[in-house]
């Protein structure tokens, strides 16, 4: 799992700085406190939490009518989509093996919603969707992060 993981992931992050220019260097924000804990964490708990983040980045990216904002490439980012999918099943089989994860969902779904507000709030403009890019690299690479495979 974990060297699939690896790849699965990178794949990712190499679509997700495909699908547009310069990534926006503009702070947005991130959990980091949440992603120390679940470092802590057992290898169990890690799957479950990061299914439940990976859930979230496919459901940010939900409002795909207003991606014409962000001028991105739309065949990298239905790929990355397409990828994300696959590895939230792969993640989601992984975790079920270990019923009494504990996943963290309610402070992940509240970090998600802040990000959905800043798309709303700036009617998915194309400096939103950068945001939202940024935001989704980070927590891609702090997975990679917490899983070892930086």
Request: charged content about 20%.
């Given at each position: 799992m974990?060297?699939?993981?690896?790849?699965?992931?990178g794949?990712?992050?190499?679509l997700l700085r495909q699908m547009g220019g310069k990534i926006c260097s503009e702070i947005v924000p991130f959990p980091e406190r949440l992603y120390k804990n679940m470092e802590m964490s057992t290898a169990a708990d890690q799957l479950g939490f990061m299914a439940e983040v990976v859930?979230?980045?496919i459901?940010?990216?939900?409002?795909?009518e207003h991606y014409d904002a962000a001028g991105w490439d739309t065949g990298a980012l239905d790929k990355f989509l397409h990828n994300e999918s696959r590895q939230l099943i792969?993640?989601?089989?992984?975790?079920?093996a270990h019923p009494n994860t504990r996943r963290k969902a309610y402070k992940v779904k509240r970090h998600f919603r802040q990000l959905?507000?800043?798309l709303r709030k700036?009617?998915?403009n194309g400096e939103s969707w950068e945001k939202?890019?940024?935001?989704?690299?980070?927590?891609?690479t702090r997975m990679a992060v917490m899983t070892g495979h930086v």
């Open positions: 974990t060297s699939q993981y690896g790849t699965v992931n794949v990712a992050l190499s859930e979230q980045i459901n940010l990216f939900e409002h795909y792969e993640l989601k089989n992984c975790a079920a959905k507000k800043i700036n009617n998915y939202i890019r940024r935001a989704v690299l980070l927590h891609l």
